[in-house]
């Protein structure tokens, strides 16, 4: 798909949610929604599913994942070390301490990336600059890593390796997963863009 097609189809729905941010009336914003809509087709705010699932096999100490569904939703099922920070109370004084820091790699997930790019561009018009996207939310988690499709014979071989990594790592994060609703578009996600280390600073609240 040419870059502007992409662009264009990401560009409407971005702008929709921006539109839809609340306002906040506790923090001043320090972006422009132009500034926002640009910075977000960028595609900077995503890690893909494969980065995730390294980080957390791995153990990583940089990661901390962050459902932004609610409550009941997150019970039912959510990713291994995850804390539920639901949509609504993104703008808490609760939790401005674990995302406004520079220690953890927060990445925002929902079942789709609806909610979790809202959040990301709330934190990101507060100034918060430490805060990311899972690329396809769950509904592209469960597809990718713990339901991998077996690459066709004529396949390059790096299409097995990363076929034989997401097989291992969905076996080594507990199998199929629960089902999740279907709220992505039916558009294939951006690629993720690849980003420096992000600077470190104290990060306040409990572990």
């Known amino acids: 798909m040419k870059p502007r097609i992409l662009l264009a189809i990401f560009a409407v729905p971005l702008a929709l949610i921006i539109a839809a941010v609340p306002e906040n009336t506790t923090h001043a914003f320090k972006l422009t929604p132009s500034q926002l809509l640009e910075e977000a087709n960028s595609g900077i705010q995503y890690y893909s599913p494969d980065e995730i699932a390294d980080m957390i096999i791995n153990k990583d100490p940089s990661l901390q994942l962050i459902d932004v569904r609610n409550t009941d939703e997150f019970e039912k099922f959510n990713l291994p070390g995850a804390m539920n920070i639901p949509l609504a109370d993104v703008l808490s004084e609760q939790w401005q301490g674990y995302l406004d820091q520079d220690v953890k790699i927060n990445i925002f997930y929902s079942n789709g990336t609806l909610k979790s790019d809202e959040a990301w561009m709330i934190t990101r018009q507060l100034g918060y600059e430490n805060n990311y996207v899972l690329l396809g939310g769950l509904n592209y988690w469960v597809e990718t890593i713990m339901d991998p499709a077996t690459p066709e014979n004529t396949s390059p071989n790096e299409d097995f390796a990363k076929y034989d ?36 600073k104290r990060v306040q609240g409990g572990c």
């Open 165 to 200: 990594f997401r097989k291992g790592a969905g076996m080594a994060l507990g199998g199929s997963a629960a089902s999740v609703s279907q709220s992505t578009s039916s558009s294939k996600p951006p690629m993720p863009i690849i980003r420096s280390k992000p600077k470190k």
